[in-house]
């Protein structure tokens, strides 16, 4: 089963514009990670967020945590035709199991 | 760069066949991971190692998967036998932190699996 559940399940951008993605979970996290994948490859982890953390900035990224609401989103700024792929949410549990969302697939149109 | 190594990259059996995929996790990393990902859905995990233990295998079909990490380094995921409803992106990721939170896992490129 997957605890995270990733919205909008697609998005189609023109290149400049910002995208955001969110993310909503079930039960208390340690951690939220936010991954991406581009078509037929492997993950590739791209900031993670503390359960005691409320944002978290690397580059064009920011990411937001709200542990009252359990959700987490994604903003990417600036976004280039090169972010074009599937991000994925995934929470580490009380257990210290990762669970992945479905994830948003991003496409930035050139 | 350091990087998970699998192999296959691709693999096309029959059903009621053997497969084998094969894992080498970044040198020093103490946990490992394998996933299945269903074509349009997230990563589900399938097997967690720290050092050579399972430390999660709940969502692994035992009547017909198994996985070994013999030595604590390298991992083989084996199905046996192979089902129509097995098709999918067999993927695995190690990390350096094993059983703790922080946990960035590193993801190798996959295989991927058809069953005829």
């Known amino acids: 089963s997957q605890q995270g559940e990733e919205d909008p399940q697609a998005l189609s951008i023109q290149e400049g514009e910002n995208a955001t993605m969110n993310c909503s979970y079930k039960?208390?996290?340690?951690?939220l990670q936010w991954y991406r994948q581009n078509s037929g490859r492997g993950l590739v982890h791209l900031i993670l967020?503390?359960?005691?953390?409320r944002e978290k900035h690397s580059g064009r990224l920011r990411v937001t945590l709200d542990t009252s609401k359990k959700s987490s989103s994604l903003l990417i700024t600036a976004s280039r035709a090169a972010d074009t792929a599937s991000y994925f949410c995934?929470?580490?549990?009380?257990?210290?199991?990762?669970?992945f969302g479905a994830g948003t697939r991003l496409f930035v149109k050139a | 760069e350091a990087e998970v190594a699998q192999s296959p990259r691709y693999k096309i059996t029959e059903k009621s066949q053997a497969v084998a995929f094969w894992c080498d996790p970044i040198?020093?990393?103490?946990?490992l991971y394998w996933y299945r990902q269903i074509l349009g859905q997230g990563p589900e995990l399938l097997v967690q190692?720290?050092?050579?233990?399972?430390?999660?295998d709940s969502q692994l079909p035992k009547d017909r998967f198994s996985a070994e990490r013999l030595k604590g380094v390298d991992s083989t995921l084996k199905i046996q036998p192979a089902e129509l409803g097995d098709s999918a992106m067999y993927l695995c990721?190690?990390?350096?932190?094993?059983?703790?939170?922080?946990?960035?896992?590193?993801f190798g490129p996959g295989t991927r699996l058809t069953v005829l």
């Open positions: 990721a190690s990390s350096s932190v094993g059983g703790f939170s922080y946990n960035e896992q590193f």
């Open positions: 190692f720290q050092d050579e233990s399972v430390v999660d």
């Open positions: 040198s020093g990393h103490a946990t």
């Open positions: 967020i503390r359960s005691n953390e």
């Open positions: 039960t208390s996290i340690n951690n």
């Open positions: 995934a929470t580490e549990t009380g257990g210290f199991k990762t669970i």
